[in-house]
């Protein structure tokens, strides 16, 4: 009897210990969920219980360099969403019907997202206000009040279609910059999101208006660019008719630099696209079978288009860089400008047993100062230059002439130049580097040591953006001029100057006097 009794306060003991530690643990559990993770389950719950619809910001204009002509703009459009729960099931077939009519989409798919278990479901985005202004009429004409929503969003327009294409860059259907300077300055143009919030019952239907919150969207600050529109137009019609003319079935690129300040004042790809459809085939041949053309075909070929050829693609850059040579030559102080008789072509130089020949070598130059044999563009002289320099000497000019390394300018897709390392040229690479064969630089590569020669020997790092302004506030601030090393003497530039006048008025480009470009 005695055991019994001890027995029956045992499992009493053991049951109020029980009881006690889950106590003790719902405790716990109520303390960790109030305490620790109290924000994070309220924020879940407020999402919830919220609608959230976003209100897109108006990207930002980008202006040319007069900033008066518009290059890109947004204009105002709307998104179109259901919200599935505040639709009466009477109406859902008929609120179907009338969007798929009205903006030209599958029923089936409209359907299922207006009878969807869900706060929110996109019907379709970026459409012109003169579409849901005739929607408005419609529900207003059916008594349907709410389940509806007409959000205002942007839509990117571009005045000039394909001009400037390559530079400026499109966006996607999120207004995302995809490339160009849409895309290098994304985030300046593409401002903050605003938001409006509404309560939501359990199937997700809107609660009267109580709790509806609206937060309005910042938009995206303007660019000014370096491009002038009047130049480049004008670039991009006598490229165009050249490589016509010349067949070139690779196409072309130009660059105009103001060599003071490196604004990039006309930088022109042909072919060109219209910015406005850069998904769509970009010449007439191409749209006539364009619709029997295979995705991939088609990618690969817009991909080509879209590329800005003036800063990723590579070229052997030929007589044009013995502007290089001749201004590290003279830096050096191994030759001068006007000692008659200092060279002789012989109609080519014997160079580690090969032999390179002048391009005249059927009627070799002669006689010639280095004035002369920059005029007649004579290579056998600019080999000798090169080999009274040395491979060492040669690449420290390279590299104050930033050839090997990229401009850094304020577009993406920029590719390096293709030299051989140092410690890898021969005395026939050395040569054929010296008037400007056998390795690659890009268009803007040439370009800037170019302009540092014209700019006393100040090499300006290139650039597309030169003033930023603040959407919110109009301040303007000016992107800065960035100049780089004193690759040359200002007195070496000046003869070079003086040279580069003569073969445009004597020698070899004296043609180039008369031409339209």
């Known amino acids: 009897m005695i055991g019994a009794k001890l027995s029956s306060r045992k499992k ?58 518009i290059l890109a703009v947004s204009s105002t459009v709307e998104t179109v969403t259901v919200n599935p729960g505040n639709i009466n099931q009477k109406d859902k077939e008929k609120v179907a019907k009338e ?24 019907i379709v ?82 609660i009267g208006s109580e709790g509806e919150n609206y937060v309005s969207a910042i938009d995206g600050d303007d660019l000014i660019l370096t491009i002038d529109l009047n130049i480049q137009s004008i670039v991009e019609k006598y490229l165009e008719e050249a490589c016509i003319d010349n067949k070139c079935t690779d196409g072309g690129n130009v660059i105009v630099m103001n060599p003071q300040n490196g604004n990039i004042l006309a930088m022109a790809t042909y072919p060109t696209y219209n910015l ?8 007439e041949e191409l749209a006539q079978n364009w619709d029997n053309m295979e995705q991939s075909e088609k ?11 003036a800063i990723a693609d590579t070229y052997e850059p030929g007589s044009v860089f013995k502007l290089i040579t001749t201004s590290a030559a003279l830096e050096e ?22 032999r390179i020949k002048c391009w005249r070598y059927y009627r070799p130059h002669g006689a010639e100062s280095l004035r002369q044999a920059l005029m007649n563009s004579c290579n056998p002289v600019f080999i000798g230059l090169g080999q009274k320099m040395g491979v060492k000497t040669y690449y420290s000019y390279l590299r104050k002439f930033k050839l090997l390394e990229k401009t850094g300018i304020d577009i993406p897709g920029e590719a390096g130049s293709i030299f051989l390392a140092e410690n890898k040229v021969g005395p026939v690479e050395l040569a054929t580097i010296s008037f400007g064969q056998r390795f690659e630089i890009t268009p803007i590569q040439l370009i800037s040591a170019v302009s540092a020669i014209a700019n006393g020997g100040t090499s300006i790092k290139p650039r597309l ?32 100057l003086s040279m580069m006048e003569s073969v445009v008025s004597e020698g070899t480009r004296k043609k180039c006097k008369s031409s339209r470009i």
Request: glycine share 8%; aromatic share 8%.
């Open 276 to 283: 406005n459809e850069p998904y769509s085939a970009y010449t």
């Open 12 to 69: 009493m003991r053991n049951m109020l210990f029980i009881c006690f530690l889950l106590i003790l643990i719902l405790l716990g559990r109520l303390g960790f969920i109030q305490f620790i993770r109290g924000e994070e389950l309220s924020s879940m719950a407020y999402i919830q219980q919220t609608l959230d619809r976003n209100i897109n910001p108006k990207r930002g204009t980008i202006y040319d360099a007069t900033g008066k002509n």
């Open 333 to 354: 102080g191994i030759t001068d400008t006007d000692n008659q008789g200092e060279f002789a072509c012989t109609g080519g130089i014997e160079v580690a047993g090969v």
């Open 99 to 122: 969007l798929s009519e009205l903006f030209d989409l599958n029923y089936d798919t409209v359907l299922k997202k207006v009878t969807k278990r869900s706060s929110i479901e996109t």
């Open 465 to 496: 953006v030169k003033q930023i302004v603040n959407s919110q506030t109009k301040e303007v601030t000016d992107v800065p001029v960035q100049k780089n090393d004193q690759v040359i003497s200002k007195e070496t530039s000046e003869k070079v």
């Open 299 to 309: 990618t690969k070929m817009l991909q080509s288009v879209w590329r800005n050829r």
């Open 125 to 206: 985005k970026k459409v012109e206000k003169e579409k849901t202004d005739e929607l408005r009429i419609w529900m207003q004409e059916n008594n349907i009040i709410t389940g509806i929503n007409m959000d205002e969003d942007t839509k990117r327009y571009y005045p000039y279609n394909n001009v400037a294409s390559q530079v400026i860059g499109f966006t996607g259907s999120d207004n995302q910059g995809l490339d160009g300077i849409e895309a290098k300055y994304d985030e300046k143009l593409k401002g903050k999101k605003g938001s409006i919030q509404r309560h939501t019952d359990a199937k997700g239907g809107e």
